[in-house]
């Protein structure tokens, strides 16, 4: 699998501020994913981030509230904007490989919004 | 509408013991993917296996077993011999081919504990 690799892996934000995440692979693929994870809950899917159109949210998430950038095939932005303490989240990027059915994960980016 | 239930919240035994995490998945369509991920204390989400709706051979990797019952829709994972290195959260995953196969569904996970 390509090596995947995120940025910051953690930080601490005040309310009211924006963070911007980054996402990069090793190699070029198809689609990468953003995902949150909630203190102590599961995985949840944000959106799908496409390259050279805009990303498709899931129910419940908003491009005004993260917003998302795919400029090529290798890289990938969320914003969280807008920061309250409910954001307070591991955030976690993927991509799928093998026929687009196992999906590889970043190392995260823990954030806590006080 | 598909969804995943791990219904052990959180399992703690000593070591050398064999442990086993169950899966129990709903799913209206044919064909579809199921899978296990491992997230040590540090959060990243490690791949574990991936199996497909028409393969119900069981798997051994090592220390590691998965039991695929369709009968039951359920994806067991069993731990033979547990070790400390294998606390952790565990998460159970499934996917559609019709909703597009990289769309992942998480159960709540199972939070491991191995005592020395």
């Known amino acids: 699998s390509a090596v995947i690799s995120q940025k910051p892996s953690r930080d601490i934000c005040q309310r009211g501020t924006s963070l911007t995440i980054q996402c990069q692979v090793d190699?070029?693929?198809?689609?990468m994913f953003w995902y949150r994870q909630q203190p102590g809950q599961s995985l949840t899917l944000i959106a799908t981030?496409?390259?050279?159109?805009?990303?498709?949210?899931e129910s419940g998430f908003v491009i005004d509230k993260f917003p998302i950038s795919r400029p090529n095939l290798t890289f990938s932005t969320l914003t969280v904007s807008n920061m309250s303490p409910e954001d307070s989240s591991i955030y976690l990027c993927?991509?799928?490989?093998?026929?687009?059915?196992?999906?590889?994960f970043g190392p995260g980016t823990r954030l806590l919004v006080l | 509408a598909q969804k995943v239930t791990q219904a052990q919240t959180e399992i703690s035994v000593v070591e050398k013991e064999d442990v086993t995490l169950d899966c129990v998945y709903e799913t209206r369509d044919t064909t579809y993917y199921l899978f296990w991920y491992k997230q040590p204390p540090s959060g990243e989400l490690v791949f574990l296996i991936r199996?497909?709706?028409?393969?119900?051979q069981n798997e051994i990797s090592g220390r590691y077993s998965w039991n695929f019952q369709k009968s039951t829709s359920s994806f067991n994972f069993t731990i033979t011999a547990s070790q400390v290195v294998d606390s952790a959260v565990y998460f159970c995953?499934?996917?559609?081919?019709?909703?597009?196969?990289?769309?992942?569904?998480f159960g709540q996970g199972t939070r491991l504990t191995i005592n020395p």
């Open positions: 199996r497909n709706s028409f393969d119900e």
């Open positions: 993927s991509y799928p490989e093998g026929g687009q059915e196992t999906q590889y």
């Open positions: 190699s070029q693929v198809t689609m």
């Open positions: 981030a496409n390259q050279g159109s805009e990303a498709t949210y």
């Open positions: 995953a499934l996917s559609e081919a019709a909703q597009g196969a990289q769309k992942l569904v």
